[in-house]
Nanobody
Framework: QVQLVESGGGLVQPGGSLRLSCAAA????????MAWFRQAPGKQRELVAQ???????NYAASGKGRFTISRDNVKNTVALQMNSLNPEDTADYYC???????WGQGTQVTVSS
């Protein structure tokens, strides 16, 4: 059984940074593409970034140049480093293993002064 647990969300001022982490159990993060999605209030869930089993990364236009997805093969985690945050980044962020349709419970990110 796959379990994904996110952490690292919180309140940050515009221009600040946050690092989200997704701890995976029941699957190795190197086996499948892992992804981060987000859902802002009143909006549809959208892809933020993904990393393939081969290590290739892909970003939504909104985060390109500001966000970095990475994984730690030893800790079996996937991280999302977010820099230069702005209020439009406020959302619940979810870790996802698309191949099996597994989602974490989400972690809230609020960007506000």
């Amino acid at each position: 059984q796959v379990q994904l647990v996110e952490s690292g969300g919180g309140l940050v001022q515009p221009g600040g940074s946050l690092r989200l982490s997704c701890a995976a159990a029941g699957v190795k993060v190197t086996t499948y593409t892992m992804a981060w999605f987000r859902q802002a209030p009143g909006k549809q869930r959208e892809l933020v970034a993904q990393i393939t089993s081969g290590g290739a990364t892909n970003y939504a236009a909104s985060g390109k140049g500001r966000f970095t997805i990475s994984r730690d093969n030893v800790k079996n985690t996937v991280a999302l480093q977010m820099n230069s945050l702005n209020p439009e980044d406020t959302a619940d962020y979810y870790c996802c293993l698309p191949a099996v349709g597994s989602w974490g419970q989400g972690t809230q990110v609020t960007v506000s002064s």
